[in-house]
Nanobody
Framework: QVQLQESGPGLVKPSQTLSLTCTVSGGSISTYGYAWSWVRQPPGKGLEWLAVIAYTGTTNYNPRLESRTSISRDTSNNQFSLQLSSVTPEDTAVYSC???????????????????WGKGTLVTVSS
């Protein structure tokens, strides 16, 4: 059974960088066919996908947030992390990590479905 657990500060000041880590157990983040995503849900709004890192280390970002977002991984500790810079109160949300299915057709990598999720962690941006 794969389990994901988010960790990080629950309160971040405006203009600072939000940093979160997802620790994965029950499976390796380097396993073929899987990628690892961050998503968020602001209060009263829908889910927004932020970024993904594949088992190969390939990364992809939501174009709307790409200039402020960075995803990375630590394979030795089976963790992957999110950094979101220059945060504003609009970045207040429940942030979740999820295992994502991935494949390649030709030279194009695609992602489909998220099958395991962390419980999510609320991050509030406020001074």
């Amino acid at each position: 059974q794969v389990q994901l657990q988010e960790s990080g500060p629950g309160l971040v000041k405006p203009s600072q960088t939000l940093s979160l880590t997802c620790t994965v157990s029950g499976g390796s983040i380097s396993t073929y066919g899987y990628a690892w995503s961050w998503v968020r849900q602001p209060p009263g709004k829908g889910l927004e996908w932020l970024a993904v890192i594949a088992y190969t280390g390939t990364t992809n970002y939501n174009p709307r947030l790409e200039s402020r977002t960075s995803i990375s991984r630590d394979t030795s500790n089976n963790q992957f992390s999110l950094q979101l810079s220059s945060v504003t109160p609009e970045d207040t949300a429940v942030y979740s990590c999820a295992r994502t299915l991935t494949g390649v057709v030709g030279s194009t990598r695609f992602y489909y479905g998220m099958d395991y999720w962390g419980k999510g962690t609320l991050v509030t941006v406020s001074s």
